[in-house]
């Protein structure tokens, strides 16, 4: 049976696409993204079997996704770990063979129900996957952590994280090396140039905080940083918003012909960051959603002081404001 993978392009569906290929070999890998999935379907020449990892179902195209699921006649097999309404949940687990969900990174969910098909050691894919989408908390991944060198794991898994940040590996193909090299039982660093792309990176990141420190503005417990030149650095400029203004939220703003681009990330985790940016974006007329520690939003022009004064609001809603 041919398969057909589809996964997001971040090192959390990196890695769940490289677990998804231990399973199936030979398999075509296809990077997507919910806005797009859709698109990609009516597209891909696809397989008899569908692998879908990491990537959520959108609110406007979802009952267009599940018919086109139900309609195909192909296997389905869903793992994510995004909200979704009870109803559209129990549709898809209906139409596909295999729906997984839970509170975890999708490299982990990918792994866990494969993992007696698969070597133990493509656990560390998992674990790979699980540290780049700040999930690592999860009881799977703290009682398999204590099995390996915690510190050679968190290593591989920032060379995947920092590494396709740099022009080198921000393409589809590039990334689709590190998702067969992971799936082979080879480690990130052993993709050549992985590493010093990587390291290169790192420094753009501290030359970056300078940056931000001097652009960095405040309003109520939000930091935020607009438009600036390092596109590609969206998590660490929010995060970094955050910390020079001292502020529990960070945002990095980046202005579009038809909408504002916003990235968020938190220092204090009592802040669910996903639900914040669904809230704050659907006040203004946008949408937003993420992981409860990164996030992300696309409002309309001109809406971004109304977005940060109801992120103040939701603070004070939650008992979290100073």
């Not at 406007?60 to 192909?74: A, K, P």
Request: glycine residues 8%.
């Amino acid at each position: 049976m041919k398969t057909t993978i589809l996964t997001h392009s971040d090192c959390d569906g990196i890695c769940a696409g490289a677990v998804a290929l231990s399973m199936f070999p030979g398999s075509d890998v296809f990077f997507t993204k919910p806005v797009s999935l859709l698109k990609d379907l009516g597209e891909i020449r696809l397989g008899n079997r569908i692998v879908v990892c990491d990537i959520a179902l959108t609110e406007r195209d979802v009952t267009s996704v599940l018919d086109f699921f139900e309609d195909s006649g192909l296997e389905i097999m869903y793992f994510d770990h995004h909200p979704i309404s009870k109803e559209n949940a129990k549709r898809l687990k209906k139409i596909a063979k295999v729906y997984v969900t839970g509170e975890a990174s999708s490299s982990e969910l990918v792994y866990r129900y494969f993992q007696d098909s698969l070597p133990r050691e493509r656990v560390w894919a998992a674990i790979y996957g699980a540290i780049g989408d700040y999930s690592a908390n999860t009881q799977f991944v703290k009682n398999r952590l204590i099995n390996w060198d915690a510190r050679a794991l968190y290593f591989e898994a920032s060379t995947i994280v920092l590494g396709i940040k740099h022009d080198d590996f921000d393409t589809y193909d590039a990334k689709r090396r590190i998702v067969k090299t992971v799936a082979s039982g080879q480690n990130p660093s052993d993709v050549a140039g992985l590493v010093q792309a990587a390291k290169e990176v790192v420094n753009k990141e501290f030359d970056l905080y300078e940056l931000v420190k001097k652009e960095a503005k405040k309003s109520g417990e939000v930091g935020y940083v607009k438009d600036l030149p390092m596109f590609g650095f969206r998590g660490p400029s929010a995060l970094f918003a955050s910390t020079a203004t001292n502020t529990k939220i960070g945002i990095s703003v980046h202005s579009k012909q038809t909408h504002m681009d916003i990235t968020m990330r938190i220092r204090d985790y009592k802040i669910p960051a996903n639900e914040f940016c669904s809230r704050a974006a659907a006040k203004v007329g946008g949408s937003g959603g993420g992981h409860p520690q990164a996030a992300g939003a696309r409002i309309p022009p001109g809406k971004m002081s109304i977005f940060i004064k109801e992120l103040n609001s939701l603070l004070k809603e939650y008992g979290i404001q100073k």
